[in-house]
Protein backbone atom coordinates (compact mmCIF):
# COMPACT_ATOMS: atom_id res chain seq x y z
CA UNK A 1 0.00 0.00 0.00
CA UNK A 2 1.38 3.24 -0.49
CA UNK A 3 -0.19 7.04 -0.48
CA UNK A 4 -1.38 9.10 -3.03
CA UNK A 5 -2.19 12.95 -2.78
CA UNK A 6 -5.63 13.44 -4.68
CA UNK A 7 -6.70 17.02 -4.37
CA UNK A 8 -4.85 17.83 -1.33
CA UNK A 9 -6.13 14.44 0.75
CA UNK A 10 -3.86 11.18 1.34
CA UNK A 11 -5.33 8.23 -0.27
CA UNK A 12 -4.16 4.57 0.41
CA UNK A 13 -3.30 3.30 -3.04
CA UNK A 14 -2.23 -0.37 -4.01
CA UNK A 15 0.72 -0.41 -6.48
CA UNK A 16 -1.50 -1.24 -9.54
CA UNK A 17 -3.51 1.96 -8.36
CA UNK A 18 -0.80 3.98 -8.54
CA UNK A 19 0.11 2.78 -12.16
CA UNK A 20 -3.19 3.38 -13.55
CA UNK A 21 -2.79 6.61 -11.72
CA UNK A 22 -0.12 7.46 -14.53
CA UNK A 23 -2.51 6.79 -17.46
CA UNK A 24 -5.19 9.70 -18.42
CA UNK A 25 -7.75 9.65 -21.50
CA UNK A 26 -7.61 12.48 -23.76
CA UNK A 27 -10.56 14.14 -25.27
CA UNK A 28 -9.63 12.67 -28.99
CA UNK A 29 -9.90 8.90 -26.60
CA UNK A 30 -6.23 8.19 -26.47
CA UNK A 31 -4.42 6.99 -23.23
CA UNK A 32 -1.80 9.67 -22.43
CA UNK A 33 0.94 9.25 -19.90
CA UNK A 34 0.90 11.78 -17.81
CA UNK A 35 4.66 13.54 -16.96
CA UNK A 36 5.72 15.02 -13.83
CA UNK A 37 8.12 17.92 -13.58
CA UNK A 38 11.11 18.53 -11.75
CA UNK A 39 9.11 20.16 -9.00
CA UNK A 40 6.40 17.15 -8.68
CA UNK A 41 9.63 14.80 -9.12
CA UNK A 42 11.26 16.38 -5.98
CA UNK A 43 7.97 16.85 -3.72
CA UNK A 44 7.11 12.83 -4.77
CA UNK A 45 11.39 12.14 -3.63
CA UNK A 46 11.03 14.49 -0.64
CA UNK A 47 13.71 15.86 -1.58
CA UNK A 48 14.83 19.77 -2.98
CA UNK A 49 14.68 20.51 -7.15
CA UNK A 50 18.42 20.78 -6.87
CA UNK A 51 19.21 17.35 -5.25
CA UNK A 52 17.13 15.88 -8.17
CA UNK A 53 19.14 17.57 -10.62
CA UNK A 54 22.10 16.26 -9.03
CA UNK A 55 20.71 12.54 -8.94
CA UNK A 56 20.06 12.99 -12.87
CA UNK A 57 23.12 14.54 -13.76
CA UNK A 58 25.17 11.60 -12.02
CA UNK A 59 22.62 8.99 -14.06
CA UNK A 60 20.69 7.97 -10.61
CA UNK A 61 17.13 9.04 -11.97
CA UNK A 62 16.40 8.77 -16.09
CA UNK A 63 14.03 11.05 -17.79
CA UNK A 64 12.71 12.16 -20.78
CA UNK A 65 13.52 15.49 -22.30
CA UNK A 66 10.68 17.14 -23.44
CA UNK A 67 12.19 20.30 -25.09
CA UNK A 68 13.92 20.69 -28.42
CA UNK A 69 17.31 22.22 -27.42
CA UNK A 70 19.85 20.08 -25.77
CA UNK A 71 21.75 22.77 -23.88
CA UNK A 72 19.07 23.15 -21.29
CA UNK A 73 16.64 19.88 -21.60
CA UNK A 74 13.25 20.34 -20.30
CA UNK A 75 13.32 17.03 -18.17
CA UNK A 76 10.33 15.33 -17.09
CA UNK A 77 9.86 11.64 -15.40
CA UNK A 78 7.51 8.92 -15.25
CA UNK A 79 5.79 7.78 -11.55
CA UNK A 80 8.08 4.72 -13.12
CA UNK A 81 11.25 5.64 -13.05
CA UNK A 82 10.92 7.40 -9.42
CA UNK A 83 9.78 3.87 -8.61
CA UNK A 84 12.66 2.37 -9.90
CA UNK A 85 14.82 4.89 -8.44
CA UNK A 86 13.45 3.81 -4.91
CA UNK A 87 13.95 0.71 -5.02
CA UNK A 88 17.52 0.49 -5.89
CA UNK A 89 17.98 2.92 -3.19
CA UNK A 90 15.91 1.02 -0.24
CA UNK A 91 18.21 0.01 2.53
CA UNK A 92 17.98 -2.06 5.90
CA UNK A 93 20.68 -1.75 8.41
CA UNK A 94 21.33 -4.53 10.37
CA UNK A 95 22.13 -3.34 13.96
CA UNK A 96 25.11 -4.70 15.21
CA UNK A 97 24.21 -3.67 18.81
CA UNK A 98 21.82 -6.56 19.75
CA UNK A 99 24.52 -9.83 18.21
CA UNK A 100 25.11 -11.83 21.13
CA UNK A 101 28.62 -11.12 22.56
CA UNK A 102 31.37 -14.08 22.19
CA UNK A 103 34.65 -15.26 24.84
CA UNK A 104 37.89 -14.51 23.26
CA UNK A 105 39.65 -17.95 22.77
CA UNK A 106 42.83 -16.92 23.44
CA UNK A 107 44.87 -16.42 27.15
CA UNK A 108 46.75 -13.53 27.75
CA UNK A 109 50.37 -13.31 27.11
CA UNK A 110 51.70 -11.08 29.58
CA UNK A 111 53.39 -11.17 32.27
CA UNK A 112 51.39 -9.98 35.67
CA UNK A 113 55.11 -8.65 37.62
CA UNK A 114 54.95 -5.16 38.86
CA UNK A 115 58.19 -3.02 37.89
CA UNK A 116 58.77 0.75 39.71
CA UNK A 117 59.15 3.57 36.96
CA UNK A 118 62.18 4.96 39.20
CA UNK A 119 63.43 1.31 39.48
CA UNK A 120 63.85 0.34 35.86
CA UNK A 121 65.32 3.85 35.01
CA UNK A 122 68.13 3.51 38.02
CA UNK A 123 69.04 0.15 36.69
CA UNK A 124 69.18 1.57 33.43
CA UNK A 125 71.23 4.40 34.21
CA UNK A 126 73.80 1.49 36.70
CA UNK A 127 74.03 -0.06 33.14
CA UNK A 128 75.73 2.56 31.49
CA UNK A 129 79.54 3.73 32.59
CA UNK A 130 79.31 7.13 33.62
CA UNK A 131 81.33 9.88 31.36
CA UNK A 132 84.33 11.60 33.06
CA UNK A 133 85.02 15.16 32.58
CA UNK A 134 88.58 16.14 31.42
Excluded at 6 to 34: E, M, P
Excluded at 126 to 133: D, E, Q, R, T, V
Aim: net charge positive.
Amino acid sequence: MSAEWRHGKAVLCTATQLRLADVRVSSTGYSVRRLLTGKEAAARLSITEDQLTALVQAGEIAYINVGLGSKRPRRRFTRADLDDFEARRRRREACLSGSPKTRRSIGTTSGSAVIGFMALRNAQRAKKPKKLKP
